[in-house]
């Protein structure tokens, strides 16, 4: 599974529906941008927002598959949530990044070993 940096977008999905994304969060890239490939599987963290007052009201993180043909994310496998594991309802008012998480370091799995052992990080 590859990792890519500064991806993140928003999306005005409603429901538990899969992620239409709709333009990069400011200080962020496109997930097309920051380089995920037609059918590639990213772990992901959805945060969705209330529409009342722009706060977060949940937070889902998980694996999925993204099509740049519909820009879309097709929410797969929830590792976790605030919905007791469960995908959270979207109100429309959400953003989506790439992100590594908790079960990637606690599962004896380096999702960074390859950068180090490509020689990509230099002291």
């Not at 979207?90 to 989506?96: D, Q």
Request: hydrophobic residues 30%; glycine residues 10%; aromatic residues 10%.
């Amino acid at each position: 599974m590859a990792y890519h940096d500064l991806a993140g977008e928003y999306t005005t999905t409603t429901g538990t529906s899969d992620c239409v994304l709709t333009g990069a969060v400011p200080g962020f890239n496109t997930w097309e941008l920051a380089g995920v490939t037609n059918g590639e599987t990213v772990k992901y963290r959805i945060t969705t927002f209330s529409t009342t007052n722009n706060r977060p009201t949940h937070s889902e993180t998980g694996k999925g598959t993204y099509d740049p043909s519909t820009n879309t994310l097709t929410r797969g496998t929830v590792e976790s949530s605030t919905n007791a594991g469960a995908k959270i309802v979207l109100t429309g008012l959400s953003e989506v990044y790439i992100v590594a998480s908790a079960l990637d370091y606690y599962s004896g799995v380096n999702p960074f070993a390859s950068y180090y052992q490509a020689g990509a990080a230099t002291s």
